[in-house]
């Protein structure tokens, strides 16, 4: 089985200013990780994902996430977030190599940024 | 290409009552799986269809049932509805069961009332 912890639930934020929203996961297989983006009223939106490879990640809209497998934790990142940016943030994992897992994702909490002018 | 629709987008119905939802996934892709959101419980998973045939169901009761048709497109019954049961209901596509990527819906606001 998978978790996981978003550890924080809202973080404010200025406009143009960095933005870290935390992720850890716990989970006995290797597994994918993805962040996703819902805006009020919408479905999720995928940001990015890590299959395998370099554990720097690049996505849509200028953000990026890296993934530390000692510490399993995939924290996304973005240099200067704009008041566009205001959504929830939901980290997610599909275990890996387990026939019944399918495409089942497990989320995280959901963080809700707010970018204030 | 269309993305994945989900109809209707809001539904109101009484406790008791019964409701179907509808999801048709991205043309080709023959995975669906359906979500609950809730602000108490977050985004749970309810269960995945691949090629007709339920391949993984999360940790809801037998009143959450769902099937798959030929053409790929999914529904999801909630029987005996119940307050707790407003949510928003998600629906991802996914092009085979072991995807890299999955595609969500807008979504059916659902409310119990």
């Known amino acids: 089985a998978q978790s996981v912890t978003q550890l924080d639930s809202q973080v404010p934020v200025f406009e143009e200013a960095p933005v870290e929203l935390r992720c850890n996961y716990s989970?006995?297989?290797?597994?994918?990780l993805f962040w996703y983006v819902q805006y009020p009223n919408q479905g999720l939106q995928l940001l990015l994902k890590y299959l395998s490879g370099s554990t720097l990640v690049k996505g849509i809209n200028g953000f990026e996430a890296e993934f530390n497998k000692s510490q399993t934790s995939f924290h996304l990142r973005k240099p200067s977030v704009h008041i566009s940016d205001t959504a929830e943030y939901f980290c997610a994992v599909r275990g890996l190599m387990i026939k019944a897992a399918g495409n089942k994702l497990t989320f995280g909490g959901g963080t809700r940024v707010l970018v204030k002018p | 290409k269309a993305g994945v629709t989900q109809t209707p987008r809001y539904l109101i119905k009484t406790r008791g009552q019964q409701v179907t939802l509808s999801c048709s996934p991205i043309?080709?892709?023959?995975?669906v799986s359906w979500y609950q959101q809730t602000p108490g419980q977050g985004l749970q998973f309810l269960f995945e269809y691949f090629s007709e045939t339920q391949r993984n169901k999360g940790n809801f009761p037998g009143r959450f049932s769902g099937r798959q048709f030929s053409n790929s497109r999914s529904e999801m019954n909630v029987s005996t509805l119940e307050l707790g049961d407003s949510a928003l209901y998600l629906c991802?596509?996914?092009?085979?069961?072991?995807?890299?990527?999955?595609?969500f819906g807008q979504g059916t606001r659902l409310t119990v009332v």
């Open positions: 043309s080709g892709h023959r995975s």
């Open positions: 989970s006995s297989v290797s597994v994918y």
């Open positions: 991802a596509s996914s092009r085979d069961t072991g995807g890299t990527e999955a595609f």
